[in-house]
């Protein structure tokens, strides 16, 4: 095994993992840049690969997270995108599903569709559900839409026609007519990128991918070029949505699969710490500095959905822009530690605005001027000013102290400590809210699960967190700050692909299911065998089924193998046990209906050796001590700080305490105890 590197871009910090033959990792954090962010990619690639005193040509493989896609589309920064569809469905974006994620709010504000309707054109065609044309496609009116667009100014056009999933034929001869009329358009179609029904879903999914495939192309293209300069001979990675990595190439074809690109290797490490502790029931908890990602971990998986939104408002299901994509059933709130703290009707409000990198929190000493969780956490005594990211930076207590008493503490009548309390409260109970939506809202019980904490901020929140929500165990990895990191290099190559079939289930046609699920599996392996995997790939498949009648599936396991009634057989029992464990019964009697057949073809994931914990204390290691404030205890106390390096396998910790390492800093509160597992994680028993 030759070097590997892993690098995951968030909105505050941009993080470094090089992974040696050896195993042993070196690590690196820098603050993100912009609006270029691989700037600080390649600043600190350069860094951290002169530190460990290696080549570009030694590293065989680097793998990259990044949330560029879901910025682009949050702040809607791309331009010149056009939407070409079926006549009389021009207005599918903004008429959605026609329902009001808030019924009783009468204030609501749904996301504006990314493409305004002048830039979306209509072509005379109409092709059925049964995949046969009542209404062949208009070449003359075609060409006159396309140039009309094309002379608006589209260079980037999603086409999404009625049934195109069951028929791609009109779509195909579109996309050729672009090619004659507007050589200079990039083309999406909706039955490459999204071949399921559902036509809001699926435009809104191909107008995504359509939206960040200029950004993402330039921005992949680039870094491509920067490391090929360098000496670098692999090739480029990149994270999916999925827990998946492919090469950059294919994401450059479908960039809407990597939208939330680094925050799914941070779930997947996390379930990787979950085997080694032997807790395979968890909730993921990512605090970075922008957000906070949480994930359920049920039997070691993550929990998956293929109905993706983005950019939800307060949570709300149906607020956000859906996806039909396979990903981590991730919630993601503005709770991170550039999270800005302000005084709103008298009490303190926090998030979801951030301070980012620039200018960052008031203790960054860059400009910034406004109280965020960081600098909350430093007042606190939480944070050591002078080992912030291992010393790289040096943060400003009295900066912080500052900006908390000017905007908080004096307008509300509170002490300095007891603001800062607050601002640490309020974030913790917004983040309690979004981990009941991923625990009881999937029906489990969170004082059944275990939390792993990560994240530069996540240990100093995740014992408070897991004390509000009956949480009995937390596990704080070592080096937690750059979790999503280590996931990127402990990914599995992977590749997913789903197709609509709707059919009862008892009335399948079994050899016209093998042939779709062999051109399927052709598919995916083309992608993951590109990316030059050996040896062996599984190829994993299931099926969106319902009760005919319903509307809303579940994802149900299908055997490998011919599927022929015994098979089919497995699927219906399969359904019904699953359906169970969701709404607490089932109907073994009624019909299914089985809806979208899906696909996955997976390469055997790298091996990442962690770091064990050292074999004899250096003195316990105990650092030093410093003042810290703990309610419990009534206020301020002199409390230990230890050193993560010198922790050896065994040793335990009560609260309250404060743990140090380069990337992170974990909190003890009172009633916590931490014992050091054999690879440095401090595993801890909530009272």
């Known amino acids: 095994m030759a070097f590997r590197v892993g690098f995951d871009v968030g909105g505050t910090f941009t993080d470094f993992v090089l ?143 009625l049934h195109a999933y069951v028929n791609p034929a009109h779509e195909q001869r579109l996309a050729a007519l672009a090619a004659e009329e507007a050589p200079h358009l990039t083309v999406t179609l909706s039955h490459e990128v999204s071949p399921t029904f559902r036509e809001y879903e699926r435009t809104s999914t191909t107008v995504v991918n359509a939206y960040v495939m200029a950004a993402i192309r330039e921005y992949l293209h680039g870094l491509g070029v920067a490391l090929d300069e360098r000496g670098y001979r692999g090739r480029l990675f990149v994270m999916q949505s999925s827990g998946g990595v492919a090469t950059a190439e294919a994401m450059e074809r479908y960039p809407v699969r990597m939208i939330e690109s680094g925050p799914a290797a941070g779930a997947l490490m996390a379930a990787a710490y979950g085997e080694l502790t032997g807790h395979r029931d968890l909730i993921a908890f990512d605090m ?120 908080l503490a004096r307008p509300l009548g509170l002490s300095l400590e007891q603001a800062a309390w607050g601002i640490h409260a309020i974030v913790n109970t917004n983040m309690e809210l979004a981990t009941r939506v991923v625990s009881i809202e999937r029906g489990r019980d969170p004082r059944g699960l275990t939390f792993v904490a990560f994240g530069g901020s996540g240990p100093v929140h995740g014992c408070r967190l897991a004390q509000a929500l009956g949480v009995p165990r937390v596990i704080l990895p070592a080096a937690a700050g750059v979790t999503a990191a ?68 579940l994802t149900v396991p299908v055997p490998a193998g011919p599927l022929d009634a015994a098979a089919l057989g497995r699927v219906r029992a399969s359904f019904d046990e699953i359906y169970a464990a969701r709404y607490g019964y089932a109907q073994p009697a009624e019909p299914v209906e089985v809806v979208t057949w899906k696909l996955s073809a997976i390469g055997g994931a790298p091996r990442v050796t962690l770091a064990k914990a050292a074999t004899s204390p250096v003195a316990g290691g105990l650092k030093g001590r410093r003042r810290a404030y703990f309610p419990e205890t009534g206020g301020w106390i002199d409390c230990p700080i230890y050193d993560r390096y010198k922790l050896a396998a065994g040793l335990e910790i009560a609260g309250p305490a404060i743990v140090e390492e380069r990337e992170s800093t974990s909190v003890l509160p009172p009633g916590a105890v931490a014992t050091v597992d054999e690879y440095a994680n401090l595993v801890v028993e909530i009272a």
Not at 385 to 398: I, K, Q, S, T, V
Not at 487 to 495: D, I, N, S, Y
């Open 19 to 161: 992974q040696a033959p050896s195993g042993e990792l070196t690590t690196g954090k820098r603050l993100t840049t912009y609006p270029d962010p691989s700037a600080a990619c390649l600043a600190g690639l350069d860094e951290l690969i002169e530190r460990a005193g290696v080549s570009w040509a030694e590293l065989s493989q680097a793998v990259h997270g990044t949330t560029l896609g879901s910025n682009v589309v949050i702040e809607r920064k791309g331009q010149g995108v056009g939407l070409l569809t079926t006549r009389g469905f021009r207005d599918v974006l903004i008429i959605g599903r026609e329902k009001r994620y808030q019924v009783y709010d009468l204030q609501i504000e749904k996301p504006s569709p990314l493409i305004a309707r002048r830039f979306i054109g209509e072509v005379t065609e109409r092709v059925l559900a049964d995949g046969s044309v009542r209404t062949p496609l208009d070449e003359a009116d075609a060409r006159r839409a396309i140039r009309a667009l094309a002379a608006r100014g589209v260079t980037t056009l999603a086409i999404c026609l």
């Open 288 to 407: 970075g500095g922008t957000t906070a990602k949480l994930a359920l971990i049920e039997n070691g998986r993550p929990f998956t959905t293929t109905a993706f939104e983005l950019h939800r408002v307060n949570n709300a299901p149906g607020s956000g822009l859906p996806m039909n994509i396979q990903a981590i059933d991730l919630v993601e709130i503005g709770a991170g530690g550039g999270s800005i703290a302000r005084p709103r009707l008298g009490v303190i409000a926090v998030g979801p605005e951030s301070a980012s990198s620039t200018p960052g929190p008031a203790c960054y000493g860059r400009g910034g001027e406004a109280p965020t969780v960081t600098d909350a956490n430093l007042v606190l005594g939480y944070l050591n000013p002078d080992y912030f990211a291992g010393g790289a930076m040096r943060l400003h207590p009295g900066a912080a102290a500052r900006a908390i008493e000017d905007t």
């Open 486 to 553: 280590i996931g990127l290099l402990a990914a599995e190559v992977r590749f997913d692909v789903s197709r609509t079939y709707v059919r009862r289930l008892d009335a399948l046609e079994p050899a016209r299911l093998d042939a779709m699920y062999g051109e399927m599996g052709a598919q995916a392996m083309e992608v993951v065998r590109d990316s030059a995997v050996g040896g062996a790939v599984t190829v994993v498949r299931s099926v969106d089924a319902r009760y005919v009648g319903q509307g809303y599936e």
